[in-house]
């Protein structure tokens, strides 16, 4: 079969730099691995890097069954302003020269990444048109988060303003042969904003990434990574935090902890690792601190020997629904390396922590950040059962291949179906 892939703000084969591999790639070497044949349709704006891969049209052969088709548009400096609305509307509007130009035949299906809206909606309008079968994959809640930093009062004049957006991703969604989210309580979320009919075809499908096989030279090189930014691997009385720094983590407890363990001469060392729009904020917030390290970003054999003598990982989203309402990433990668959770965040992440027994749940006050910190420093034991209990709940509900296959079988699945309708 012949798979267009269509998902922006990704890293891609093509990038240099060992990129991690998110839904784009993962989701189209299983298909390939698969003997399908994919084509990814992806933006010339490396979102990450915020750099561009081409300034033109680009057709790029990854291998005899992997193509990478870049689509021009114009880029932006920040995830969040005008820039990369009009960025988005301008790769819908070459999307459709590109289509328009070339006699490009219909795939046997199209998985469509959703957001960004418009050229989700103009790709699943263009498919319809022409029979071809669907499976739009819902990452965020655009727009209803568009509304977010509003005051309540305001927010019905900005949807207003904003409607064109909701219309679209309204219209998107209903359209889509199949809907496929994060987690349940981000399908739960589809389904209430835009109306669409609920039925079992459409799918939770994690976010999860093929875990990276290190040498021993690899880990050697994490190790000594460690002693040089003054982390003593004799020990594993720490806690860790690896993402980007943005405005939706609330890293106040996490300092207030901090300061009362320094002050009360409590070993324990927080390494606090990555960097982003928030990068001064923190480190401001975390100044005169000495037992908080803040190494900037780490690749993913650091991350493992890190992890490895650390006693937790902490995941301090604010408590918006865009988070509540899902499992993000980082959750999957702390089951994945065996950490404990400690976090704030209500929802999902809440409610797998109480039913799998894999973190502690904190109300966001330094008192109870602090006293779930110290609880996993004075119970070794407790942070052993947790951190198995995390690495076998990876292996049954996240395992990349695993997962992937499943992916796999619902694209083959929803073909067979489209052709015998």
Same mark, same amino acid.
């Given at each position: ?6 998902? %922006? ?19 189209? =070497?299983?298909?390939? #691995?698969?003997? *399908? ?14 750099? *561009? ?13 992997? %193509? ?11 995830? &969040? ?6 960025? *988005? ?17 219909? /795939? =046997?299906? +199209? ?25 739009? $994959? ?12 509003? /005051? ?7 949807? !207003?303003?904003?409607? /064109?957006? !909701? ?20 399908? =739960? ?11 079992? &075809? ?32 004799? *020990?594993?009385?720490? !806690?860790? !935090? ?11 407890? @996490? ?11 409590? =070993? ?6 990555? $960097?982003?729009?928030?990068?001064? #904020? ?16 780490? $690749? ?24 509540? +309402? ?13 950490? /404990?959770?400690? %976090? ?21 006050? #330094? ?37 992937? $296959?499943?992916?796999?079988?619902? &694209?083959?699945?929803? @073909? ?6």
């Amino acid at each position: 079969m012949k798979i267009w892939v269509v998902q %922006t703000g990704e890293p891609l084969h093509i990038d240099g730099g060992n990129p991690r591999p998110m839904r784009a790639m993962n989701l189209s =070497d299983r298909l390939v #691995e698969r003997g *399908h044949e994919v084509v990814i349709w992806s933006s010339s704006f490396y979102h990450q890097e915020k750099i *561009h891969r081409s300034k033109e049209f680009k057709e790029i052969s990854v291998s005899d069954r992997l %193509t990478v088709k870049l689509i021009p548009s114009r880029g932006y400096s920040r995830n &969040i302003g005008l820039g990369r609305l009009i960025d *988005h509307a301008q790769l819908a509007f070459n999307m459709n020269r590109i289509l328009g130009d070339t006699s490009e035949s219909k /795939p =046997d299906l +199209a998985f469509i990444g959703f957001p960004p809206i418009e050229l989700a909606s103009y790709m699943l309008s263009w498919l319809t048109k022409r029979g071809c079968p669907t499976i739009l $994959d819902i990452k965020d809640q655009w727009p209803s988060l568009f509304l977010e930093p509003f /005051p309540n009062k305001l927010k019905p004049f900005v949807q !207003f303003c904003l409607s /064109p957006y !909701f219309f679209l991703a309204r219209s998107a969604m209903k359209r889509a042969t199949v809907v496929t989210t994060m987690s349940k309580g981000y399908l =739960d979320w589809m389904y209430r904003f835009s109306d669409r009919k609920r039925t079992n &075809i459409d799918q939770v499908i994690p976010l999860t990434g093929p875990r990276r096989e290190h040498s021993v030279t690899q880990i050697n090189e994490g190790r000594e990574w460690l002693r040089s930014i003054g982390v003593d691997a004799s *020990h594993d009385r720490r !806690f860790v !935090f690896i993402g980007s720094f943005m405005s939706v983590f609330d890293f106040t407890p @996490v300092r207030d902890a901090a300061k009362k363990m320094l002050e009360s001469d409590i =070993d324990c060392q927080f390494v606090i690792c990555g $960097d982003g729009g928030s990068s001064n #904020e923190l480190h401001e917030l975390m100044s005169g601190l000495d037992n908080v390290l803040l190494p900037g970003w780490i $690749d993913s054999s650091q991350m493992v020997a890190l992890a490895q003598v650390s006693r937790g990982a902490i995941i301090p989203y604010k408590n918006i629904e865009n988070f509540t +309402a899902n499992l993000p990433n980082k959750v999957i990668d702390s089951l994945g390396l065996g950490l /404990p959770i400690i %976090t704030q965040l209500e929802g999902e992440l809440k409610k797998l922590i109480e039913q799998e027994n894999v973190g502690l749940f904190s109300d966001g006050s #330094e008192i109870d950040m602090y006293s779930n910190l110290i609880e996993l420093l004075e119970d070794r034991k407790k942070v052993t059962e947790i951190s198995e209990r995390c690495l076998s709940l990876y292996e049954r509900d996240f395992e990349h291949q695993t997962v992937y $296959d499943r992916f796999v079988d619902l &694209i083959e699945k929803t @073909v067979s179906d489209s052709d015998s309708a």
